[in-house]
């Protein structure tokens, strides 16, 4: 039996026959990259790790919108749970920053039977009087969608009372199997009604759009550090410190980059189709990684001046990590990892561990798509079900006024397989021979996994970590970097290097004995003996 066989070896048939698609052992001698099954319904009753529809639109796509207040209409349970739970920092120069707030309209029985719409329409009123934003997002939770509140209605109410930019976003929790579904629904949201409504001309050279980088622990702050510095003009960032002010100009840019491919892939497709902007995927997580990003953009720039800028910058970011990234190199080297997150990271942060010699050996996703594993180019063969069938399919048309072709068709032709320019290749093809990789990861698999690699850390998130720590695994979370970062960029791989060496090398294992070793787990008196 392989690891992936014993870790199936425990389920009933039932679920043995849903999750074994789920599990894939990777064999790099095999010719064809493996199928994984992803994006489908989680199995009831196992402990995943996974959020929903709602938190995909509202806490990760959304919510970083410095200028927008984003209302959650629904009981107070779900706005108070997203409520500050993701690091994503903003800074606002005017002081109109709103992402510390908990916006809810607190739904409670009386408004679930006789209707919400009023209440809405109040906590609107409300808004504009306390905070007079210049944008408002409305968005709904399960019991909305089961009610059949019209927010959208609403939202058409109070753009015409009080001329401000009302969006509403029918992202009940629900709808979908993960928070997948309202990344897509959330980049509708922003296509239809957002991106495009700024009235900027389209005139700029080298201006690029951040997509897919929501500035967790500083991340993005970071990476517009290089790129401003080698003389790129960033007009927005979708989301993290972006605004609406910002991103409604988007469509200026003249190409987009794209960090986190699965929140954001949607964006970046129908912004070429509708804007003519090209997308290429980049990854400023890892030093190696952030290099080729960066020159893969001065690439199709194709300009000689910011090919030598970016060269100089890379070497200036070298030289000043130097000594660091040496002595972290020493100390990590050979170490090995497990890593857990939710649709892109678990395969950035495999670039970043091989910087400094950690080597993965398991690694899985909670909502990514096949894709996110596969590489685009199974993007056709990818059955959609009826759960995805359920999101809207935006198509939308070519903009003549806003149209704007950066570089030729020969150029771009010669870029096409040489660079990520408007291709992903997922995450398979950088794993090694013999890992195994999860999608859906639960608490079994995760335990049992610790069990028969014995990873020396294991990258994650909150709701396992402390699981993770009673086996005497060190643990780190990825979502949060456990309050440090940033960890992009060349200072931020430092970062990330200095925070694992701490966590290998803390002692405080050895200052606990763990219960079971010192006393029975069980304790129990052999029954029967009288009536034997
Ligand atoms: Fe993209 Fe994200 Fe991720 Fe994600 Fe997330 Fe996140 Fe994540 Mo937590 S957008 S898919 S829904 S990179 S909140 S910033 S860390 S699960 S791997």
Redesign the pocket.
């Known amino acids: 039996m392989n690891e992936r066989e014993k870790v199936l070896d425990q389920y009933s048939a039932r679920v043995f026959k849903n999750r074994k698609d789920h599990i894939v052992q990777l064999d790099t001698h095999a010719c064809e990259v493996p199928e994984i099954a992803a994006n489908s319904r989680s199995v009831p009753g196992l402990m995943i790790n996974r ?1 929903c529809c709602y ?2 639109c509202k ?3 959304l919510g970083p919108l410095q200028d927008v207040v984003v209302l959650t209409h629904g009981p107070i349970g779900c706005g108070y749970y997203s409520w500050g739970t ?1 690091r ?1 920092k903003a800074a606002a120069i005017d002081g109109k920053n709103f992402i510390q707030y908990c916006f809810s309209t607190d739904l409670q029985e009386p408004d679930i039977v006789f209707g919400g719409e009023k209440k809405l329409k109040q906590a609107i009123e409300e808004i504009m009087e306390i905070f007079n934003p210049a944008c408002i997002m409305i968005c709904s939770t399960c019991p909305v969608g089961l009610i059949g509140d019209d927010i959208h209605a609403v939202a058409t109410w109070a753009e015409e009372k009080f001329s401000i930019k009302c969006v509403a976003y029918s992202c009940e929790g629900y709808k979908g199997v993960s ?2 579904a309202g ?1 897509h629904i959330a980049n509708n949201g922003l296509m239809k009604n957002i991106i495009g409504t700024g009235g900027a001309k389209p005139d700029k050279k080298f201006a690029i759009n951040l997509l ?1 980088e ?1 500035n ?1 622990g500083g991340d993005g702050w970071e990476t517009e550090r290089l790129l401003t510095q080698i003389g790129y003009e960033i007009v927005s960032v979708f989301t ?1 410190d972006g605004s609406y002010e910002k991103i409604k100009n988007a469509h200026v840019a003249n190409l987009n980059l794209v ?6 892939n949607y964006i970046a497709e129908m912004m070429k189709v509708k804007y003519g902007i090209d997308w290429m995927k980049v990854n400023f997580i890892g030093i190696e990684e952030t290099i080729r990003s960066l020159r893969e953009i001065a690439a199709y720039f194709n300009d000689p001046k910011m090919t030598a800028r970016t060269e100089a910058v890379i070497a200036q970011e070298l030289a000043d990590i130097e000594e660091d990234r040496k002595y972290y190199r020493e100390k990590l080297q050979g170490y090995t990892a497990a890593v857990f ?6 395969h ?1 942060y495999q670039n970043l561990m091989a910087d400094f010699g950690i080597k993965t050996m398991i690694a899985g ?4 798509h096949r894709d996110d594993y596969e590489g685009r180019e199974v993007i056709p063969n990818i059955k959609l079900d009826a759960d995805t069938k359920n999101i809207e399919q935006l198509s939308p048309a070519k903009d003549d006024r806003y149209y704007h072709l950066t570089i030729g068709k020969e150029h771009f032709d010669s870029l096409l397989g040489k660079t990520d320019l408007e291709y992903y290749k997922g995450m398979f093809k950088d794993m090694g021979n013999g890992t195994v990789v999860i999608d859906d990861f639960n608490h079994y698999e995760t335990e049992k996994l610790i069990d028969l690699f014995n990873p020396d850390i294991f990258y994650s ?1 909150i709701k396992d970590k402390y699981m993770i720590q009673k086996t005497g695994t060190p643990s780190r979370q ?3 970097y456990d309050y440090s970062g940033p960890y992009a960029g060349f200072q931020g791989a430092i970062n990330f290097a200095r925070d694992t060496y701490m966590s290998l090398s803390t002692p405080s294992w050895h200052y606990i004995t763990p219960p079971w070793n010192t006393k029975p787990i069980l304790e129990g008196t052999i029954g029967g003996g009288q009536n034997a």
Not at 341 to 346: A, D, L
């Open positions: 959020g938190a995909g806490g990760v796509v993701r994503n928070q997948s990344h897919g929501y967790i993290g960090q986190c491919h699965r929140s954001i997150v939710g649709g892109s990271r678990s950035h996703y909670e909502f990514a998130g990825l979502h949060s």
